[in-house]
Structure formats: C-alpha cells, structure tokens
C-alpha cells in the first residue's frame, strides 16, 4: 500500500470518528462554550476559522467547506483540526502564556521528527530570505511581533494561535526558527495534532 493512500485513509477515518462523536454533541451549545458563532438557522452549519479562512461545517457528516468559496476543497488535515477543535468539552481561554511542543505530553519525546516536519524545512529553504517570509506570512491571518529577525503571531483554528520566532542565520550559524502555542492547546489537541498545526504553517511559509 501506497504511504499517500494509507495517509488519505487514516485521514478520512478521523474525520469519521470525529463527526461520530460531534453526533452525540449539543452543537449550539458547545459553539457557545467554544465563542464560535451560533449555528446557521437555516442549515445548522458551524462555522470554524482555520488558519484565516472561515470553514462551515454541517451535521450529520459534519462535511466542510470554505466559507468564501464552497466549490474549494478544504483540507483534510484542516478538516480534522476544526472537528478536534469542536470536540473539546472545556472554554478555550488563551491568556498569554505560550508553550514548547516539548511541554506536551509525548513532546520530549517526538521533538526531533517534530522539527524535522516543520521548522527545519522551513530554514533550510528560507535561510536568510526575510522578504520572502514576510511575502508568504500574508497566506495567513497574522499579526507582527518585536521578536527575532521576524515575529508573527498566526491565527491557527479558532481561538489558538501560532507564533513563529524566525532569526537568520550568520557566518557562525544558519537560519532558526522557533514555534510557539497558547498554553491552552494541551487541552484542545494531542501532541499529533499540535504536529500537524506546525507543519501546515511552515509548509504555508514556503
């Protein structure tokens, strides 16, 4: 079998499992929990912004869509981020404080393929091209920061957000970036899932 067709398939079971469980889910009222927008009267669809762009996704299948352009196909792995995202059971209260993904349970442990998926791609193919960056970081909903070479907080699903720290490199030492999350994400997603967040913004970056 195929690495992409065994991807797609695991991919396309998650979103299975995860729209099971939203079935048995009072969908108004996580949608207040969570401060996302009440359900559309008419069709009771859910909308969830991932990574700026405003998904709709409707019971039962909890099937998504963009918001701006329904004939798109979205994602899987954004498809799958928004349903996690729904399933939390807890406010989503970002305050500030951000974290590794080696402060995740698993984090430690995964943090090299971690890199190896995310920043690493990135600065190898970047380097010192901040224009480029700064060019590219307007695929995102983002908004600057005063941190390295290039500071970014990035809108990721819903209320969670993404910061990349990017410095480039020098005579001594190459290009690094650094990506932290709102502390809140460790009860919203696995460490899978916070993987899966870095890699979509970093391959966004290039």
Not at 20 to 41: F, N, S
Not at 104 to 111: E, K, N, R, S, V
Not at 156 to 161: Q, R
Not at 190 to 202: F, L, M, Y
């Amino acid at each position: 079998m195929k690495p992409t067709h065994h991807k797609q398939e695991a991919e396309a079971d998650a979103i299975r499992q995860a729209a099971a469980a939203l079935g048995r889910v009072d969908i108004a009222e996580r949608c207040t929990l969570l401060g996302l927008p009440p359900p559309d009267a008419g069709t009771g669809a859910v909308r969830v912004r991932v990574f700026g762009r405003e998904l709709r996704l409707t019971a039962p299948g909890f099937e998504a869509v963009a918001a701006d352009a329904a004939d798109q196909a979205v994602k899987s792995a954004d498809h799958i981020l928004a349903l996690h995202y729904l399933l939390c059971p807890n406010p989503i209260q970002p305050n500030g404080s951000q974290i590794s993904f080696r402060d995740l349970p698993g984090g430690q442990f995964y943090w090299e393929p971690f890199r190896a998926r995310s920043v690493l791609p990135l600065t190898r193919r970047l380097g010192n091209d901040l224009d480029r960056l700064r060019r590219n970081l307007a695929r995102f909903a983002w908004t600057p920061l005063e941190m390295g070479d290039v500071g970014a907080r990035i809108q990721a699903v819903g209320k969670l957000s993404v910061t990349l720290v990017y410095h480039g490199g020098d005579d001594e030492f190459p290009a690094d970036a650094t990506l932290l999350f709102d502390a809140c994400i460790r009860h919203v997603y696995r460490a899978e899932d916070v993987a899966v967040i870095a890699s979509r913004v970093c391959l966004g970056l290039l």
